[in-house]
């Protein structure tokens, strides 16, 4: 049981239900009542503190979260709170707390986000260099995204995720193939596409690219409307535009949301995922894959490694502050499939 999950059922922020499992006053009575009742409902156990010697320079017990240069719905996003999720956990394992702290401004560090207040910080997001100073100060960990030289940063391989989707159509004995992007200036699909072309192409065999090149002001957040926009653009010019004998059989789609709207799509024009297409896509976000039939194969970043990983690295630079600063960690992600037997949960 999460803060995230308390917070999602009290309707108030994650900050606030870190406030009041940890006592800060500046919460009101009437609020405060109202989190603690739905976490006795939850069943969840608050885990205080504790110090040893391998956190010895633990101060405070809070870690930040720190969004750098995301629109506030971005941390509505499914693939965002599964992350923060076991990133909390984590965390909770050893005896810290997480604290979310949304960063508009990518050159402009907030005041409350400082060494007195929190012991450490991880940044999702797009970090400007006016910005790196106080990153440092902080002892901040990078992470999900590409890395950034100024910060040690963990996140998933993506090359992994498309040399692996690539290869799993491929094994599926598809030879005509697509990679769908909505967005051009996205640096990981752009990676994901990269990657994936790479692969088939070694096999001989060649992918239709359907990335848009557009621009677009909603650069880091689309609504499902922008996307189901953007999608119908990319088929119509791409997929449907070729008789049905030369149509792709297997598409990589760069993430779930994506693939679920890709599939209303391809149904309003009479194409049947899972007969005429295939379809594998990235994050394994349950909200959205339950709703597909057939269920398409996904590749997950490997959030239960990369959130190890980050708190591991984030203890280290808090022990070692003078350590060098630039280190990437890339964990490699694992396919989910619809097919057990082909299933990488366990690997």
Same mark, same amino acid.
Request: glycine share 8%.
């Given at each position: 049981?999460?803060?995230?999950?308390i917070?999602?059922?009290?309707?108030?922020?994650?900050?606030?239900v870190?406030?009041?499992?940890?006592?800060?006053?500046?919460?009101?009575?009437?609020?405060?009542?109202?989190v603690?009742?739905?976490?006795?409902?939850?069943?969840?156990?608050h885990?205080?503190?504790?110090r040893g010697k391998?956190?010895?320079?633990?101060?405070?017990?809070?870690?930040?979260?720190?969004c750098?240069?995301l629109?506030?719905?971005t941390?509505?996003?499914p693939?965002?709170?599964?992350?923060?999720?076991y990133?909390?956990?984590?965390?909770?394992?050893q005896?810290m707390?997480?604290?979310?702290?949304?960063?508009?401004?990518?050159?402009?560090?907030p005041?409350?986000?400082?060494p007195a207040?929190?012991?450490?910080?991880?940044v999702?997001?797009?970090p400007?260099?006016?910005?790196?100073?106080?990153?440092?100060?902080?002892?901040?960990?990078?992470?999900?995204?590409?890395?950034?030289?100024?910060?040690?940063?963990?996140?998933? /391989?993506?090359? !992994?995720?498309?040399? +692996? $989707?690539? #290869?799993?159509l &491929?094994? %599926?004995?598809h030879r005509?193939l =697509?990679?769908?992007?909505?967005?051009?200036?996205?640096?990981?699909?752009?990676e994901?596409?990269?990657?994936?072309k790479?692969?088939?192409?070694?096999?001989?065999?060649?992918?239709?690219?359907?990335?848009?090149?557009?621009?677009y002001?909603?650069?880091?957040?689309?609504?499902?409307?922008?996307?189901?926009?953007?999608?119908r653009?990319?088929?119509?010019?791409?997929?449907?535009a070729?008789?049905?004998e030369?149509?792709?059989?297997?598409?990589?789609?760069?993430n779930?949301?994506?693939?679920?709207?890709t599939?209303?799509?391809?149904?309003?024009?009479?194409?049947?995922?899972g007969?005429?297409i295939?379809?594998?896509?990235?994050?394994?976000?349950?909200?959205?894959?339950?709703?597909?039939?057939?269920?398409p194969?996904?590749?997950e970043? /490997?959030?239960? !490694?990369?959130t190890r +990983? $980050?708190? #591991?690295?984030? &203890?280290? %630079?808090?022990q070692y502050?003078? =350590?060098?600063?630039?280190?990437?960690?890339l964990?490699?992600?694992?396919?989910?499939?619809?097919?057990?037997?082909?299933?990488?949960?366990?690997?």
């Amino acid at each position: 049981m999460s803060m995230i999950e308390i917070a999602r059922k009290a309707k108030v922020s994650t900050g606030t239900v870190c406030k009041v499992l940890n006592g800060h006053s500046s919460v009101s009575s009437q609020l405060s009542s109202r989190v603690y009742k739905v976490a006795q409902e939850l069943g969840y156990e608050h885990r205080k503190k504790r110090r040893g010697k391998s956190n010895a320079a633990i101060n405070t017990g809070y870690m930040g979260l720190l969004c750098v240069g995301l629109p506030e719905e971005t941390v509505k996003l499914p693939f965002m709170l599964t992350f923060a999720s076991y990133l909390e956990s984590q965390l909770s394992n050893q005896g810290m707390q997480m604290v979310w702290v949304q960063v508009p401004d990518p050159e402009v560090l907030p005041d409350n986000v400082n060494p007195a207040r929190m012991d450490g910080g991880f940044v999702i997001g797009y970090p400007g260099a006016k910005m790196l100073p106080g990153l440092h100060r902080l002892r901040a960990v990078g992470v999900f995204g590409c890395p950034h030289a100024g910060l040690d940063w963990v996140t998933t /391989n993506a090359a !992994e995720h498309g040399r +692996r $989707a690539g #290869e799993y159509l &491929l094994e %599926r004995g598809h030879r005509r193939l =697509a990679f769908l992007c909505t967005d051009k200036h996205h640096d990981v699909f752009a990676e994901y596409g990269r990657a994936f072309k790479n692969t088939v192409d070694a096999h001989g065999v060649e992918a239709m690219m359907l990335v848009s090149q557009k621009e677009y002001s909603f650069r880091y957040f689309m609504t499902q409307r922008d996307i189901r926009e953007i999608v119908r653009e990319l088929l119509q010019a791409g997929y449907f535009a070729l008789s049905a004998e030369k149509r792709p059989t297997g598409m990589y789609i760069a993430n779930d949301e994506i693939a679920m709207i890709t599939y209303q799509v391809l149904a309003e024009h009479g194409v049947n995922p899972g007969t005429d297409i295939e379809i594998i896509s990235n994050d394994n976000n349950e909200p959205f894959l339950a709703a597909l039939e057939p269920r398409p194969a996904t590749i997950e970043p /490997n959030y239960m !490694e990369i959130t190890r +990983r $980050a708190v #591991e690295k984030l &203890l280290y %630079r808090i022990q070692y502050p003078n =350590a060098p600063i630039g280190a990437q960690l890339l964990v490699p992600p694992r396919l989910v499939s619809p097919n057990p037997a082909v299933d990488e949960r366990t690997r």
